[in-house]
T-cell receptor
Framework: DSGVTQTPKHLITATGQRVTLRCSPRSGDLSVYWYQQSLDQGLQFLIQYYNGEERAKGNILERFSAQQFPDLHSELNLSSLELGDSALYFC???????????FGPGTRLTVL | GQQVMQIPQYQHVQEGEDFTTYCNSSTTLSNIQWYKQRPGGHPVFLIQLVKSGEVKKQKRLTFQFGEAKKNSSLHITATQTTDVGTYFCAGPDNYGQNFVFGPGTRLSALP
């Protein structure tokens, strides 16, 4: 158990819909990262927050947005969903930018 | 932007054979990390290398960081079925603006 929790574990929805994925980092970790992993693919970095502020942005679509709240949990919002958005979405946390990352179990999103 | 490449993409070995995966970055990395993702699981941190030319060992796993801090390798001696999974290298660039994962090397093994 990495100490990072993600909910929900599975999510099935239809094209055009909007969903919110939630992540609680390890106690004490200030950085939260979001990654997308499509079937048998690598980890695509989406976005990073540090202590409530956006720190780095990767290949995140404009239809996607994220935020980190004062209690350090984070949410990833995916809107106008398309079939191609079906993937595993991982959240990870670390103490700071250059530290090891602890990954949550992921949320498997299926868009039908 | 910064790119991190890994070779090979796939590697199939017989149990007991050695295995090596290589990681190359287009820019200098302040440190490099290795992660392992078992099938159906999430990435798990293995190790971090910081110094130029650094070598670290974890039982049958040997990790190296290149002198120029632009490449790294992971060598597994006498592969076991428990080693099966995808191995990712990753690291922040020197500007700390982005965290880059390589595409991974998927290791499969037959007993």
């Amino acid at each position: 158990d990495s100490g990072v929790t993600q909910t929900p574990k599975h999510l099935i929805t239809a094209t055009g819909q909007r969903v919110t994925l939630r992540c609680s980092p390890r106690s004490g970790d200030l950085s939260v990262y979001w990654y997308q992993q499509s079937l048998d693919q690598g980890l695509q970095f989406l976005i990073q927050y540090y202590n409530g502020e956006e720190r780095a942005k990767g290949n995140i679509l404009e239809r996607f947005s994220a935020q980190q709240f004062p209690d350090l949990h984070s949410e990833l919002n995916l809107s106008s969903l398309e079939l191609g958005d079906s993937a595993l979405y991982f959240c990870a946390s670390s103490e700071d930018n250059r530290d090891e990352q602890f990954f949550g179990p992921g949320t498997r999103l299926t868009v039908l | 932007g910064q790119q991190v490449m890994q070779i090979p993409q796939y590697q199939h070995v017989q149990e007991g054979e050695d295995f090596t995966t290589y990681c190359n970055s287009s820019t200098t990395l302040s440190n490099i990390q290795w992660y392992k993702q078992r099938p159906g699981g999430h990435p798990v941190f293995l190790i971090q290398l910081v110094k130029s030319g650094e070598v670290k060992k974890q039982k049958r796993l040997t990790f190296q960081f290149g002198e120029a801090k632009k490449n790294s390798s992971l060598h597994i001696t006498a592969t076991q079925t428990t080693d099966v999974g995808t191995y990712f290298c990753a690291g922040p660039d020197n500007y700390g603006q982005n965290f880059v994962f390589g595409p991974g090397t998927r290791l499969s093994a037959l007993p």
